[in-house]
Antibody, heavy 114, light 107 residues
Framework: EVQLLESGGGLVQPGGSLRLSCAAS????????MSWVRQAPGKGLEWVSG????????YYADSVKGRFTISRDNSKTTLYLQTNSLRVEDTAVYYC???????WGQGTTVTVSS | AIHMTQSPSSLSASVGDRVTITCRAS??????LGWCQQKPGKAPKLLIY???SLQSGVPSRFSGSGSGTDFTLTISSLQPEDFATYYC?????????FGGGTKVEIK
């Protein structure tokens, strides 16, 4: 079964950091680009970051550029999102998604609050 | 960044109705557009890719059309399980961008 499973979310104070993980299974992880997408409470979907198959290229939304870092370990079939300097407005459910958006994880919740 | 304008933002419809949602890109994106459905508390689900290709397992009452800057998602006969929020997404280039969403509610 093709599956993505996120973890690493939680409650953090403004200025803090979290590392999100997305474990992939059931498909050839190294053959696909991957993305992170988030959804703030009651809001729409926002693409956050993407990474190429070999991790040679990374991409970011302006809202997170310089604060978030996407990476992947193809040997562990895992995608990561290092989130630093977190702001209240980063509060959201964070999803990982396979290239083409045909496979999504169930999401992990990040809450930034003092 | 490419801006995606989706309309309407919400609509009320009855079971059996034909529903049309539109998405306009701020520049030519060829056919690099997808449509996703999201139900409350759930992850999005891909319905249509490459503007008009039906994702495997998606009912044939869903269809997509368009190219360039103007795109349409049509539900030919709305079913109870179709009440949800729908988003378009351009994957022509990075940063990828979503439309603002269309909430389909029961009339």
């Amino acid at each position: 079964e093709v599956q993505l499973l996120e973890s690493g979310g939680g409650l953090v104070q403004p200025g803090g950091s979290l590392r999100l993980s997305c474990a992939a299974s059931g498909f050839s992880f190294s053959s696909y680009a991957m993305s992170w997408v988030r959804q703030a409470p009651g809001k729409g979907l926002e693409w956050v970051s993407g990474i190429s198959r070999s991790a040679g290229s990374t991409y970011y939304a302006d809202s997170v550029k310089g604060r978030f870092t996407i990476s992947r370990d193809n040997s562990k079939t895992t995608l990561y999102l290092q989130t630093n300097s977190l702001r209240v407005e980063d509060t959201a459910v964070y999803y990982c998604a396979k290239d083409g958006m045909d496979v999504w994880g169930q999401g992990t919740t990040v809450t930034v609050s003092s | 960044a490419i801006h995606m304008t989706q309309s309407p933002s919400s609509l009320s419809a009855s079971v059996g109705d034909r529903v049309t949602i539109t998405c306009r890109a701020s520049q030519d994106i060829r056919n690099d557009l997808g449509w996703c459905q999201q139900k409350p508390g759930k992850a999005p689900k891909l319905l249509i890719y490459a503007a008009s290709s039906l994702q495997s397992g998606v009912p044939s009452r869903f269809s997509g059309s368009g190219s360039g800057t103007d795109f349409t998602l049509t539900i030919s006969s709305l079913q109870p399980e179709d009440f949800a929020t729908y988003y378009c997404l351009q994957d022509y280039n990075y940063p990828l961008t979503f439309g603002g969403g269309t909430k389909v509610e029961i009339k």
